[in-house]
């Protein structure tokens, strides 16, 4: 069992940058993928970036890449997501998701075990 608990999120201005964080409890961290989602109402969650359990690997959605980048601490069991030049349509809810489970398929929630809940990061314009 993994719980994870996102932190970081709060209101910006467009062009701005604001770190959020996830911390995990479980001893089973440092063997599993992580990931960041968001969401907006009305609408499904988003893949945003993914990490592989020694930070070896990253991968970012098209609208974030170059702007935003996802790190690991396995020592002391965060996963972090950097994003920076932020722009108003950035604003969503963000998940911290763990445990990918179906790696052809990452970039669907159902592809991950675990989930945060959420933290709301706002960007005005």
């Keep these: 069992q993994v719980q994870l608990v ?50 070896g690997s990253t991968y970012y959605s098209d609208s974030v890449k170059g702007r935003f980048t996802i790190s690991r601490d396995n020592a002391k069991n965060t996963v972090s997501l950097q994003m920076s030049t932020l722009k108003p349509e950035d604003t969503a809810v963000y998940y911290c998701a763990s445990n990918l489970v179906d790696g052809n398929n990452y970039y669907q929630p159902k592809a991950w075990h675990y989930w945060g809940q959420g933290t709301q990061v706002t960007v005005s314009s």
Aim: proline share 2%; glycine share 18%; net charge positive.
């Design 6 to 55: 996102e932190s970081g999120g709060g209101l910006v201005q467009a062009g701005g940058s604001l770190r959020l964080s996830c911390a995990a409890s479980g001893r089973t961290f440092t063997t599993y993928t992580m990931g960041w989602f968001r969401q907006v109402p009305g609408k499904e969650r988003e893949f945003v970036a993914r990490i592989s359990w020694n930070g």
